[in-house]
């Protein structure tokens, strides 16, 4: 079946030490967004690669980038997180931005 | 700046009611409106998508949109406990815009 998949499903990492999440896709989608969501409120959208055009969100702190090597990857990088990084990082994908997008299970982020 | 707006509950209801749900919209161009589902924990699940005004049905599940009201909702006939979710409205305005979540409305289905 075609999904989206996210690695791992949880994380655990130390304050400041650098953390990676990855995404992989078999729909052979365009678009490939990251959110953040915290407890109780909406997903926030951190960024999104159309192809490989990055588009960042202007209130997306330096701390997070991201990498898409080829169509079926995309990586969250959280370069020094912080205790307010804690949170549920979902990775969704579309054909193109007007789309409805299909996420993935997503990632449990604790930052100790 | 665009907004999403819902009611954020708890809205309660009797196994075997209709549960409405509702969304407003800032935006006025927006063309693409979509309902998930999302349980505790997990992720967002598409339910249905509507762009055009009127009614969409799919099942338990039917879509309004009201463009000139700027008014998106969604109906669960005979509901379940296992609808017990948050459901998450979004919108997509003109131009293919990111989409903006509307900050969820908790759905209780009490048996």
């Known amino acids: 079946d075609a999904m989206v998949i996210q690695n791992p499903r949880y994380q655990v990492t130390q304050f400041g030490k650098p953390v990676t999440l990855s995404c992989s896709q078999t729909?052979?989608?365009?678009?490939m967004y990251w959110y953040q969501q915290k407890s109780s409120q909406a997903p926030k959208l951190l960024f999104h690669?159309?192809?490989?055009?990055?588009?960042n969100e202007a209130d997306t702190p330096d701390n997070f980038q991201s990498r898409r090597p080829n169509t079926s990857f995309c990586f969250l990088d959280i370069r020094s997180p912080g205790l307010g990084d804690a949170a549920m990082y979902l990775c969704?994908?579309?054909?193109?931005?007007?789309?409805?997008?299909?996420f993935g299970p997503g990632t449990r982020l604790t930052v100790l | 700046q665009k907004e999403v707006e819902q009611n954020s509950g708890p809205l309660s209801v009797p196994e075997g009611a209709i549960a409405s749900l509702n969304c407003t919209y800032s935006?006025?161009?927006?063309?693409?409106f979509f309902w998930y589902r999302q349980y505790s924990g997990k992720s967002p699940e598409l339910i249905m998508s509507?762009?055009?005004?009127g009614d969409k049905e799919d099942g338990r599940f039917t879509a309004q949109l009201n463009k000139a009201s700027q008014y998106v909702s969604l109906l669960i006939r005979d509901s379940q406990p296992s609808d017990s979710a948050t459901y998450l409205c979004?919108?997509?305005?003109?131009?293919?815009?990111?989409?903006?979540f509307g900050p969820g409305t908790r759905l209780s289905v009490l048996p």
């Open positions: 979004a919108v997509i305005g003109d131009y293919g815009q990111n989409f903006v």
């Open positions: 935006d006025r161009g927006s063309q693409s």
């Open positions: 729909l052979n989608h365009n678009v």
């Open positions: 690669y159309y192809d490989k055009d990055f588009n």
């Open positions: 509507i762009y055009s005004n």
């Open positions: 969704a994908t579309s054909k193109a931005r007007n789309n409805e997008q299909f």
